[in-house]
């Protein structure tokens, strides 16, 4: 009886941890990380209620001016580009882009400065 019972319990332990790493390897997309000039602060993210739209938001804490864009990977579409956004010290901006409709939403979002 005991046997029976170790066996139930550990099939049931296989199943819950099964479940949570297939719950979890879908649960957010990947964001991507470039790195910024230093005193640039910016962070990638897709919008809450759309995921086909990748969002890219900087601020520029350097003494000279700043451009930047969104650069947005689509899964089974083409990767997008954001507006150029320009920034003087001290401002705050966002770009973003929309994957086509029939991509598989945003795989990552990153940032291009120059």
């Known amino acids: 009886m005991d046997r029976r019972k170790n066996i139930v ?11 949570a790493l ?10 991507a990380a470039p790195s910024a000039p230093l005193g640039v602060d910016c962070d990638g993210r897709v919008h809450h209620n759309n995921p086909d739209h990748g ?26 580009s954001g507006q150029w956004v320009t ?11 929309v994957c086509a409709f029939y991509s598989s939403g945003v795989g990552s979002v990153g940032w291009t400065i120059k």
Do not use: H, M, W
Request: charged share 10%; hydrophobic share 40%.
């Open 87 to 97: 920034l003087r010290p001290g401002q705050y901006g966002e770009s973003s882009g």
């Open 22 to 31: 297939t719950v979890g390897g879908v649960a957010a997309p990947a964001q």
């Open 9 to 19: 319990t550990a099939g049931l332990a296989t199943l819950v941890s099964a479940l």
């Open 55 to 80: 969002i890219v938001g900087c601020k520029n804490n350097t003494a000279g001016t700043i451009t930047f864009r969104a650069e947005i990977v689509c899964g089974r579409a083409p990767d997008v």
